[in-house]
């Protein structure tokens, strides 16, 4: 099974600050099939990018994946006081997908 | 617009049963993978059972293989989940999950969450 690891756990920025989000697996992710998703408090995930780069409908673009192999980035251009959450990697490909930890983005 | 509306949680003693439900609307039910992930409270997202559109192949964790059972009624538009055995770490938000046409393990949609909490 391909554990991911989330750093860091927390990061600490100012709305239009740059964030930049890691997501290292323990083997090579195939297909690029990584994903990432956003949780707020007291919602259910929402799908942001998927295949590492692309953004899901409706993603803003200030939301940009890219990575490949073992190590993938999120990267959100400039924070938006809506964007403070808890943000989860998930390799989809088979047999299983797993998430990494979360890291939380707060202000 | 595809809703997901999970129903069934509740407070459970260790080793009872319990069935959770989703009642799915606004897309094509059949023509997808469906899933139940879970989150503990504070904790992360744990995937826990997935069953194809036609429900020629399930998929359950290791953590529950032999206790739940993942089933689904096309005709009924409905997702379940049968829990046997329940354990305190069991406890958790149930979240049914649509998988995407991209890929079916990529979850695109998600219910808000049915609570189990398994307790004494």
């Known amino acids: 099974e391909i554990v991911l690891t989330q750093s860091p756990g927390t990061l600490s920025l100012s709305p239009g600050e740059r964030a930049t989000l890691s997501c290292r697996a323990s083997?090579?992710?195939?297909?690029?099939?990584l994903a990432w998703y956003q949780q707020k408090p007291g919602q259910a995930p929402r799908l942001l990018i998927y295949?590492?780069?692309s953004r899901a409908t409706g993603i803003p673009d200030r939301f940009s994946g890219s990575g490949s192999g073992t190590d993938f980035t999120l990267t959100i251009s400039r924070l938006e006081p809506e964007d403070f959450a808890i943000y989860y990697c998930?390799?989809?490909?088979?047999?299983?997908?797993?998430f990494g930890q979360g890291t939380k983005v707060e202000i | 617009e595809v809703q997901l509306v999970e129903s069934g949680g509740g407070l459970v003693q260790p080793g009872r049963s319990l069935r959770l439900s989703c009642a799915a609307s606004?897309?094509?039910?059949?023509?997808?993978?469906m899933y139940w992930v879970r989150q503990a409270p504070g904790k992360g997202l744990e995937w826990v059972s997935g069953?194809?559109?036609?429900?020629?192949?399930?998929a359950y964790a290791d953590s529950v293989k032999g206790r739940f059972t993942i089933s689904r009624d096309n005709a009924k538009n409905s997702l379940f989940l049968q829990m046997n055995s329940l354990r305190p770490e069991d406890t958790a938000l149930y979240y049914c999950?649509?998988?995407?046409?991209?890929?079916?393990?990529?979850?695109?949609?998600w219910g808000q969450g049915s609570l189990v909490t398994v307790s004494s």
């Open positions: 998930q390799q989809y490909g088979p047999p299983r997908g797993t």
């Open positions: 295949g590492a780069s």
């Open positions: 606004g897309f094509i039910f059949n023509d997808y993978t």
């Open positions: 083997q090579s992710v195939s297909g690029n099939y």
């Open positions: 069953i194809r559109g036609d429900s020629s192949d399930t």
């Open positions: 999950v649509r998988a995407s046409r991209v890929a079916i393990r990529l979850f695109d949609y």
